[in-house]
């Protein structure tokens, strides 16, 4: 059973030195699946984000938190930073909704992870969605940023143009695990097998944007750490320290 609440309710209740060519055209969407190992209604949502994936036009990670370990198994892929970031954008949209599996299109609009159509229906419209949880004028912003990214040497050059005079963003770069194969041995999926897509290992941050053009470096070290395979690059904007619209993405090849 979908695993659901509202903010106000208890979350009890709930060195290589070489990287992937780069993915080549700009996404038109950006899928973020929050999922757990204890949560029964999650195996579709990794099934349906594995399948996402394999679109080359849309950037789909998953983020496993934190908040369904007392159930008897504890997420050997979760970060409790993934469960902060969740409740995080339920807090900028202002409908305080948190549940696994969930889906966030384009840091703007959310839906069950396993609904296709409506994940599907939300990239169609930048974010918005059919019915909306945030302002269509703010959300059709999305995705309008063009993000260049270029390797020398096993050193990413990050650049982004120049925007509006009163755009502002922080970017981002996180590191990716393309597959994971777990075994789950206690908990509502017991002996279950549950394979898990562009797994999200670490989230860096790279600098701010004010809307002036600007290029970042990024090491190896930091892009590819060791035990992951490629990275997500994101310009997102800061909702009163929260996370919001996504503006550009872009992404190693093979993600």
């Not at 504890?74 to 549940?99: C, N, P, V, W």
């Not at 269509?136 to 390797?151: G, I, M, N």
Request: glycine share 10%; net charge positive; with cysteine.
């Amino acid at each position: 059973m979908t695993k659901r609440f509202a903010l106000s309710s208890s979350l009890a209740c709930l060195m290589a030195i070489s990287f992937p060519a780069l993915a080549g055209n700009a996404p038109r969407g950006v899928v973020e699946l929050f999922t757990s190992q204890g949560c029964s209604s999650c195996p579709p949502a990794d099934a349906l984000l594995r399948e996402l994936a394999k679109d080359t036009s849309i950037v789909a990670i998953s983020l496993p938190v934190t908040y369904w370990d007392y159930l008897g198994w504890k997420d050997t892929l979760a970060e409790k930073a993934f469960s902060k970031r969740q409740r995080g954008y339920a807090e900028a949209r202002g409908d305080g909704q948190i549940y696994t599996p969930q889906a966030v299109i384009n840091g703007s609009r959310h839906a069950l992870g396993s609904d296709r159509k409506s994940i599907e229906a939300a990239i169609a419209n930048n974010g918005a969605g059919e019915k909306g949880n945030l302002d269509k004028s703010l959300a059709k912003t999305a995705l309008t940023v063009p993000l260049d990214v270029s390797d020398t040497a096993g050193t990413l050059k990050v650049s982004v143009p120049r925007g509006q005079p009163d755009q502002t963003a922080t970017l981002w770069v996180l590191a990716i695990s393309r597959s994971h194969s777990v075994a789950i041995g206690r908990g509502e999926n017991t002996g279950r097998n549950v394979v898990y897509t562009n797994v999200v290992r670490r989230i860096t941050k790279l600098g701010d944007w004010s809307g002036a053009a600007m290029t970042v470096n990024v090491s190896p070290e930091v892009a590819k750490p060791p035990g992951t395979d490629g990275f997500v690059i994101l310009l997102q904007t800061v909702d009163n320290g929260r996370p919001s619209v996504i503006l550009g993405a872009a992404k190693s090849d093979g993600l």
